[in-house]
């Protein structure tokens, strides 16, 4: 029982990692490519005049910044999480506050209130049906609770507060 739950518990904090680690590669992929154009800039000074290496520093300047400006506005639009694969369109619809804007908004907390809704009717009519039965209290909690709930329960906790420290962590 013991395994299982901090298995569960590994598996929500890793899984709330995955974003800093896929952002610690972007990172790293921007550096590479900042080197490599102060590489290519270096060679370019010994080959031009100061004239022709004001423009092309100015030059790379506009290109660097229009490049961080293109990373920033890709990382903003997949931090969000929701915004995930969604079309331009789309996008425009759930930012209305129309109907439809409120419908597409409201599909993962529907699906998630729903399965826990059904998750704890579940457990509410075996816990009911046990009491009918005459089964004592004790033995009607360890029956209602067992070690796969309580592996999902570490998981999720895991989950958002392994998220929440990291996202402390990189600062955002």
Request: aromatic content about 8%; glycine content about 6%.
């Amino acid at each position: 029982m013991a395994v299982l739950t901090i298995f569960s518990a590994l598996t929500g904090l890793l899984g709330s990692a995955i974003p800093e680690v896929v952002g610690f590669f972007k990172k790293k992929q921007e550096n590479k490519q900042t080197l490599a154009m102060l590489d290519r800039e270096m060679a370019l000074q010994g080959q031009t005049n100061d004239h022709e290496l004001i423009v092309m520093d100015k030059q790379a300047e506009i290109a660097l910044q229009e490049h961080s400006l293109k990373i920033e506005e890709i990382d903003v639009s997949s931090s969000n999480g929701y915004d995930l694969g969604l079309l331009d369109i789309q996008k425009e619809e759930v930012k209305k506050d129309d109907f439809v804007g409120k419908l597409v908004r409201s599909v993962r907390p529907v699906i998630a209130y729903g399965f826990f809704g059904l998750y704890a009717t579940i457990k509410v009519l075996i816990a009911a049906s046990l009491v009918s039965s005459g089964a004592a209290t004790a033995a009607i909690a360890l029956i209602v609770w067992t070690e796969l709930d309580a592996s999902i329960f570490v998981m999720i906790l895991s989950y958002f507060f392994g998220k929440r420290s990291f996202e402390k962590m990189s600062g955002k």
